[in-house]
DNA sequence: GCCAACGTTGGC
DNA sequence: GCCAACGTTGGC
């Protein structure tokens, strides 16, 4: 059975229009350099998962989307490009530290779903991107919350 | 711009 | 292994 998840992006680095605007709306989830987040993407994410798309640092933040994870992770080579920002000394072809996995989207709604609209959902409001000081950018998120999200994304 | 939360680093 | 210093995230 499909599990839901959470990812968080900058839209000054990555936003729902620059997926929207990638080849076949696919994207590669590079750049993940935490270690929670990473096992996550590693070890439990996996192909066919729904991904709910935030946008933090931004004006205004919430869920901006859906996506769906197209392939399951693989190693994350943009760690072995000294020249790259997300360079990794320690993570080498051999014995690779960091992981990520492709997404491709799947709905843009009409209208931002902000955190006050989470935090006044019954459901929503338990959500972990609520929480004072989550800094988890790979977050997992319950059916219940998928669903509620979803509604709250219609009305 | 501020600062709380929290992960990482490095000296011991 | 402890913990202080430091860096980063990210909401406000």
């Known amino acids: 059975m499909a599990a839901y998840w959470l990812f968080k992006s900058e839209p000054q680095v990555f936003s729902i ?3 929207h605007k990638a080849p076949g709306k696919k994207t590669s989830w590079e ?9 996550y993407l590693r070890d439990t994410v996996r192909k066919g998962d729904g991904v709910l798309f935030y946008h933090s640092n931004a004006d205004p933040m919430g869920i901006v989307g859906t ?3 197209v392939k399951e ?3 994350d080579h943009f760690a072995w490009d000294p020249s ?3 360079h ?3 993570s080498s072809p051999d014995k690779p530290t960091w992981f990520m996995v492709d997404i491709r989207l799947q709905t843009t709604f009409p209208r931002i779903i902000t955190r006050d609209m989470l935090a006044a959902d019954p459901v929503c409001s338990g959500m972990l991107v609520l929480k004072r000081g989550s800094r ?3 977050q997992p998120v319950t059916e219940a919350e998928w669903l509620a999200v979803q509604r709250l ?3």
Not at 31 to 39: E, K, L, P
């Open 17 to 19: 229009h620059d997926l």
């Open 31 to 39: 750049g993940i350099r935490n270690y929670q987040a990473r096992n």
């Open 67 to 69: 996506a769906q994870v």
């Open 73 to 75: 992770a693989y190693p």
């Open 84 to 86: 790259h920002r997300y």
């Open 88 to 90: 990794d000394p320690d």
């Open 136 to 138: 988890l950018s790979i």
């Open 153 to 155: 994304a219609e009305s």
